[in-house]
């Protein structure tokens, strides 16, 4: 678990240069870029610092929406709708989760958009000396950012309840329809007080009943 900042696995990237100049020119142009780490700010969209290869310079805080894989015939789809929730937290990690390739979400402007599954950012809050004011570890509210790099050659970041994944051997062609709802469940397995083990040192310790069952057995 790291805070604010995580590397990321290598992808390259071409950045609209209207984000390098602070949205005041640079439209329509684009210099090629590599990922080379994301920042969770809590309330924000995520950051991606990027190696402008051109440059050699390394340019932080830029959104999803800076961001285009193709320069040509790429769609603009804003930034609230290729990330839909901000950071939860400062504590994030990154994974690339198995099996999980071509995919499409359902966005904001109700439409389904195609594209390739990378990786997850996910958050979580790691100190418990410090305030938790935030649902990362809230069971209904948690969502995890599926970092995917769509058709319409820009990149979204869309938790696992908008997407829908396929695989040609695992997945039918005629999928159902989720219709789940949200776990409101806090599972644990220590809240049972009549289980327990706390009277013995024993490595191959046993509850009281389970001792007293054996002593009856023998």
């Known amino acids: 678990m790291a805070y604010l900042i995580h590397n990321l696995p290598l992808v390259n990237v ?5 984000y390098l100049y602070d949205l005041q020119k640079g439209h329509g142009e684009y210099t090629p870029g590599i990922w080379v780490s994301v920042k969770s700010v809590q309330y924000k969209a995520l950051y991606f610092e990027t190696l402008l290869t051109e440059y050699g310079a390394l340019f ?5 929406s800076a961001f285009v894989w193709k320069t040509e015939g790429h769609g ?5 709708t290729l990330q839909l929730w901000d ?19 359902f966005g904001k ?16 809050h790691s100190e418990s000396s410090t305030l938790d004011t935030n649902y990362s570890e809230h069971d209904p509210e948690h969502k995890s950012f599926n970092i995917l790099q769509l058709d319409n050659g820009q990149f979204a970041a869309q938790p696992n309840n908008r997407i829908i994944f396929r695989d040609s051997s695992l997945t039918p062609s005629d ?10 469940q806090n599972y644990r397995v220590e809240t049972e007080p009549k289980w327990s083990v706390g009277h013995t040192d024993e490595w191959q310790y046993k509850t009281k009943e389970e001792e007293n069952e054996i ?4």
């Open 87 to 105: 950071c939860f937290d400062y504590n994030l990690t990154v994974i690339e989760k198995p099996m999980l390739g071509p995919c499409e979400f």
């Open 60 to 64: 932080d805080k830029l959104p999803l």
């Open 175 to 184: 999928l159902k329809m989720p219709d789940f709802k949200v776990c409101t």
């Open 14 to 18: 071409y950045v609209r240069k209207e």
């Open 109 to 124: 402007d109700r439409k389904m958009h195609k594209g390739e599954y990378l990786f997850t950012i996910d958050n979580c």
């Open 215 to 218: 002593d009856r057995t023998n």
């Open 76 to 80: 603009d789809l804003p930034l609230d």
